[in-house]
């Protein structure tokens, strides 16, 4: 069946520094590949996706790419901010069936 | 910027009490989807609507919960009797045309069941 893992948290950066959250899934056919972020209290909020094999999704400094021989989608920034403290989610879907979310990592930017 | 609507946002009730959460999806969506997302993990589907008709509510919990969504618009979940295990957040989210990849996912409603 399909399942995404991501890196456990929590993730604690100084502002400025370089993120890498780490995510590979496992999936029958082939997949769309996404990364949501939560701010505290809120919803979910698509960051960034890619639909196929070698795409690069990019969104606010954020990237990803989607890297089939090694089934990942690391979301990685160069330098982050303080408004980047969130808990990210990697998740994948594929048409006619579900959406399967990680567990989520938490990051937290100090100043 | 069209937005999915949920409330109410926080609900605390009771064990064995009836709860009921409302989401509206973005306008044109037929696709909705109510998720629960327990504290530190990630949403877990619990039914899909594609217009009026369930798609997929193989993870619902049937014995206490119950979904519709009776002209393919809003939709409504509702729990009945609560139970202390079914404190979470209650995301809805929808989706466009079945080209379409992306989900939007409404604020949520935080329950607590006491």
């Known amino acids: 069946g399909n399942s995404v893992t991501q890196m456990e948290g929590p993730v604690t950066l100084s502002e400025e520094a370089f993120l890498t959250i780490n995510c590979t899934y496992t999936?029958?056919?082939?997949?769309?590949l996404f990364w949501y972020v939560q701010y505290p209290g809120e919803g979910l909020q698509l960051l960034l996706k890619a639909t196929k094999a070698d795409d690069k999704g990019s969104n606010k400094g954020f990237e990803a790419t989607y890297r089939k021989e090694t089934t990942s989608f690391h979301l990685e920034k160069g330098s982050v901010q303080v408004s980047d403290s969130a808990v990210y989610f990697c998740?994948?879907?594929?048409?006619?069936?579900?959406?399967?979310f990680g567990t989520g990592t938490s990051l937290t930017v100090i100043p | 910027e069209a937005e999915v609507a949920q409330s109410p946002r926080y609900k605390i009730t009771e064990k064995s009490q009836a709860v009921a959460f409302w989401c509206d999806p973005i306008s044109g969506h037929a696709t909705l989807y109510w998720y629960r997302q327990i504290l530190g993990q990630g949403p877990e589907l619990l039914v899909q609507f594609q217009d009026e008709s369930v798609v997929d509510d193989s993870q619902l919990p049937k014995d206490r919960f119950s979904a519709e969504r009776l002209k393919g618009v809003d939709s409504t979940l509702k729990i009945q009797p609560a139970e202390l295990g079914d404190s979470a957040m209650y995301l809805c989210a929808s989706r466009g045309d079945p080209g379409a990849y992306e989900q939007y996912f409404g604020p949520g409603t935080r329950l607590t069941v006491t």
């Open positions: 999936a029958t056919g082939y997949p769309s």
């Open positions: 998740a994948l879907y594929e048409i006619g069936n579900q959406f399967y």
